[in-house]
């Protein structure tokens, strides 16, 4: 039986006592004591730190242990299985860490001259490539730092692209389909953009006779997700494509779930403008509980003069940053990108080769397949939208019948499969599955891993009719018991930091 | 390869694939995809590499990074926005360690106690750092951290104008204007003073007006020297009803009054030198928190956890807290779109400031503080050279002006490289009033013979470059 770890580990501020030291900086150099002199001249008075920071002071190895534990209170990928829908959460091997880790590349700055980071152009330059011939786009820029990050870029480019053509003050509407990610249309409306929603269809697919309708001379462009967040293939994407394109938009495509079809088909051939991918997803790279992750963006041919600067450029003898781009919209952060992980993705591609890259692809959706025939029929689960289209890379289901029936929702299955040493699926997304568990098994675990999860899903099914209580309470085996999640946002007991809790518990027993 | 296992691809064994295939009642994976229209099935391999063992992936990987020359092939006077620094080997270990590393955003809090304390702790961090209350869990980096602070300051005042001051970093000054523009915020330049750098208060009182919904400043500013006007500029932006909104590099908070304590009510800043291998610029980490004000945290960006207890009330845990504000639930009304940040470098910050704790802290700011003051006496009394350029205290990064020995930018620079040293960064056209300028940069790692070789190597470029002239 899975148990995780359950530390009694304090907050870090009640560690440690006054004095202790983690780590010691070298001495100051006596010459340069001399030369300087005394350092309380050097800052103005009013400029001084009076108050040092209340930072704890623990030795290295209270340090140490403190990490080392809260760490056994955490679930990653190599702990089990992770069929987090829409986030990938495939195996990120470990030969990437090792080579990412040099200090040939850690301890490279950004503004040295060209001729002394020839090795880390020549990687981003090549990365460049490759993803181009991936996605089928003219050029591709690694900087934004994560898929929403590209969104936003992408979405910027419509707005550049619209405003070259004089035409940004009448093209406000951005289209996203009910199915979408929530960063497309908070990306498309930091860019600017008013949201038009497009319903899905009952086939799972986007209503080409509401999009239709939905076009007009205001639309900038649709942003879509392909295979969409149902794991179903826009099939009629051709057709999409040309009532955008008719209409004067430009086509995004939001590269989440690219994996299913690498190597296969390319969002460039079917359409698409401008993409995004999230590198920490279809390449490998890991979410490091919450980035950094990588969202490079492919554009066609006509909205490459926009990409933000620099451009890494190649003269067939050496590779240089170029500035000298007028219509760039400018920089959407400092630098060229999360280089560290974009040499991640670097050897995940050289690793794999285009055959590994489609036996990624096809075993992701042999493995999504697999788990939705052996989930097809459990009492209590309904697979809405396109019953009979194969999926992709991932397949949702509706736990609404086991809701009404036994009062047990997506969220108790997801905490009581926790009990089981998997981590839960993605659930309540998309918005248009009620009580979705959306279901993600990627093509890293094998067929065993896959048999287990779908048993533990069996049995929790079973137990929500004979014991529900059961499972309303979940989970047991982890960490600590369910948590209460309102509270921690209720303006009463709001906490966000060490400093908060001090300042209530001042005020609660003065 | 595909005919092989792949060692990633368990599945990939026939037999297994085979089983599979029978259980789901298919004969080939290819029905699965019988949905996608035949025309856009790729009819040729694609232009990318073949696919290679890991021995042999080592091999072209170090190869292609010896290439670069880095920090320990020649020492590199570099900073602005991303900082050379050590990183003890706990930060590293604890990084690694795949429970955090190969874990997804803590949405089941349950199962990810570890990654949502130790980012609780980070954020708690910040806040002792800058004096401020409340810090989300990371921004991407500095730049687009203050991009969301300058539409955070409009939505809360709803006002559409944000000050900066001209000696801003570029980049980020770019970033700004992308952030910006679309929510129709305008971004303003404030003169600042030729002799000092520091922000001209005349031209701010000029400029800021009913419309103006933020004041920035930097510091250390752009250029390395301290603005030490802070307080009168906090005040003149709240008198007309404005936000204060600092950017900070955090390694200066052991010895440089924190922002809280000057009145910001917003502080955005660069976490990558605590704890983070520069990487050629990125992964960075953006520092953004704010004051314990309702209304101020309503429109907070980014993650934010919480402490709360079991839903039995028996033990402590933490969690996501005010996701009501997030793009997956607000979606288009959501105070930003920012989903994956850089929590993991967020850990090593955490790591890093628990390693060094208030007095490392403070070691670490007057050893950089030392250190670069000896530069600056050293490289001024070489004839001809300015350092720094304004009369000012600077704390890891100072100016050079090269004027006076009558020489340009890109010669001593390219004099330096072939010394075997790197020189500091051109702004010579970032601030043409400033002449042929470069921007160095000191810290802990510089020992005290680098910093007299860089004396040395700029004495001789000098005398050798007023050889020539003459
Ligand atoms: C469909 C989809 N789009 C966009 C995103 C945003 O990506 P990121 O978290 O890298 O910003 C996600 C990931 O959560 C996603 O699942």
């Known amino acids: 039986m899975f148990r995780q770890s359950s530390w009694d580990e304090p907050v870090i501020f009640t560690l440690g006592r006054p004095g202790r030291r983690g780590h010691i900086l070298p001495e100051v150099e006596e010459t340069v004591k001399e030369v300087v002199g005394d350092l309380g001249g050097l800052i103005p008075e009013n400029m001084r730190r009076k108050n040092p920071p209340k930072l704890p002071e623990l030795s290295e190895p209270e340090v140490v242990r403190h990490f080392i534990r809260l760490s056994e209170m955490n679930y990653g990928v190599d702990s089990g299985l992770y069929p987090l829908g829409s986030c990938t959460m495939k195996y990120n091997p470990k030969i990437n860490e090792e080579l990412a880790d040099s200090p040939k590349l850690g301890m490279l700055h950004p503004y040295q001259d060209e001729r002394t980071v020839q090795g880390v152009l020549e990687i981003l330059y090549r990365l460049e490539r490759w993803l181009a011939e991936i996605t089928g786009m003219a050029e591709v820029c690694l900087q934004p730092a994560a898929g929403a990050h590209g969104e936003f870029l992408g979405a910027l480019l419509m707005r550049a692209y619209h405003n070259h053509n004089g035409e940004l003050s009448q093209r406000r509407d951005m289209l996203i389909p009910d199915s979408a990610h929530g960063t497309n249309p908070a990306s498309a409306a930091m860019a600017g953009f008013n949201v038009v929603v497009i319903p899905t269809g009952e086939d799972g697919c986007v209503d080409v006779e509401a999009l239709k309708a939905a076009v007009s001379e205001k639309t900038a462009g649709l942003m879509l997700t392909n295979p969409n967040t149902l794991g179903i293939f826009e099939k009629n994407i051709d057709e999409i494509a040309k009532i955008v394109h008719e209409a004067g938009g430009l086509l995004y495509y939001d590269g989440a779930n690219l994996n299913p079809i690498l190597c296969k088909v390319r969002p460039g051939d079917m359409g698409f403008d401008i993409v995004h991918i999230n590198i920490h997803k279809t390449f490998g790279t890991p979410h490091g509980g919450g980035g950094p992750g990588a969202g490079p963006v492919g554009v066609k041919e006509e909205l490459a003069k926009f990409l933000p600067v620099p451009r890494i450029v190649f003269d067939g003898k050496r590779y240089r940053l170029d500035y000298e781009r007028p219509h760039s919209i400018g920089k959407i952060r400092s630098f060229y990108g999360n280089v560290a992980v974009l040499l991640k993705a670097y050897i995940y591609i050289l690793s794999l080769g285009f055959e590994g890259l489609r036996e990624v692809a096809e075993v992701s959706v042999l493995n999504a397949n697999y788990v939705l025939h052996k989930l097809r029929g459990v009492e209590g689960l309904t697979l809405p939208y396109g019953e009979k289209t194969p999926r992709k890379h991932e397949c949702v289901f509706s736990a609404k019948p086991l809701k009404t029936k036994t009062g047990v929702s997506a969220l108790n299955i997801a905490k009581r499969l926790l009990d089981y040493g998997v981590h839960a699926p993605t659930i309540y997304f998309p918005l248009i599955v009620e009580e979705a568990l959306m279901i993600e098994p990627t093509e890293t675990f094998e067929k065993e891993e896959l048999d287990r999860f779908v048993e533990a899903v069996r049995k929790i099914c079973s137990e929500a009719q004979t014991s529900p209580e059961k499972v309303l309470k979940a989970p047991y085996n982890t960490a600590v018991q369910r948590l209460n999640e309102v509270k921690a946002s209720h303006p009463q007991n709001m906490t966000l930091s060490w400093r908060m809790h001090l300042k209530k518990r001042a005020a609660t027993n003065p | ?470």
């Open chain 2, 1 to 470: 390869m595909a005919k092989r296992c792949h060692p990633y691809i368990p599945n990939s064994q026939l037999q297994t694939k085979k089983e599979m295939m029978l259980e789901i009642g298919i004969k080939s994976i290819d029905e699965l995809y019988a949905d996608i229209p035949e025309k856009y099935f790729l009819k040729k391999p694609l232009d990318v590499p073949k696919g290679s063992t890991e021995l042999e992936v080592k091999r072209h990987i170090e190869a292609l990074l010896s290439k670069n020359k880095a920090c320990a092939d020649m020492p590199i006077f570099l900073g602005a926005g991303c900082w050379p620094h050590y990183v003890p080997a706990v930060v590293r270990e604890i990084v690694q360690r795949s429970e955090f590393l190969t874990s997804y955003t803590p949405y089941q809090a349950e199962v990810s106690q570890g990654m949502l304390q130790a980012l609780f702790e980070y954020q708690s961090m910040i806040c002792e750092l800058t004096a401020m209350d409340v810090a989300n869990c990371s921004m991407y980096d500095w730049a687009s951290a203050l991009g969301e602070a300058a539409r955070m300051a409009s939505r809360i005042t709803r006002r559409a104008e944000i000050l900066v001051p001209k000696i801003t970093h570029p980049e980020r000054r770019a970033t700004l204007q992308v952030y910006a523009e679309p929510a129709g915020v305008n971004v303003k330049e404030v003169e600042y003073d030729r002799e000092t750098g520091q922000l001209n208060l005349n031209d701010l009182e000029n400029k800021i007006s009913k419309e103006t919904a933020a004041v920035y400043v930097e510091n250390p500013s752009y250029l390395g020297f301290i603005e030490a006007q802070v307080d009168e500029i906090s005040r003149i932006a709240h008198a007309h009803g404005a936000l204060f909104v600092v950017g900070v590099d955090p390694t200066s908070l052991g010895v440089l009054k924190p922002p809280g304590e000057y009145g910001a009510d917003i502080v955005v800043g660069e976490g990558q030198p605590l704890g983070n291998p520069m990487n050629y610029g990125g992964p960075l980490l953006g520092i953004f928190a704010c004051r314990d004000d309702p209304n101020m945290i309503r429109q907070m960006p980014g993650r934010i956890i919480g402490l709360t207890t079991t839903v039995d009330g028996g033990r402590q845990g933490f969690c996501m807290a005010l996701q009501t504000r997030e793009q997956h639930i607000r979606r288009e009304k959501a105070t930003s779109n920012i989903c994956s940040n850089e929590a993991l470098c967020a850990v090593a910050a955490a790591v890093y400031l628990a390693l060094l704790g208030p007095e490392g802290l403070r070691e670490l700011g007057e050893t950089i503080m030392y250190k670069a003051n000896y530069a600056m006496r050293l490289l001024s009394k070489i004839d001809g050279l300015k350092a720094p350029v304004f009369k000012a205290p600077h704390f890891k990064e100072f100016t050079v002006n090269f004027e006076d020995a009558g020489l340009r930018v890109s010669e001593v620079h390219d004099a330096l490289l072939q010394r075997g040293i790197h020189g500091g960064k051109d702004v010579s056209k970032e601030f043409p009033e400033l002449g042929e300028t470069a921007l160095y940069c000191v810290t802990e790692i510089h020992a005290e013979s680098e910093i007299r070789l860089l004396a040395e190597a700029l004495a001789e470029v000098v005398s050798a470059g007023r050889r020539r002239h003459v």
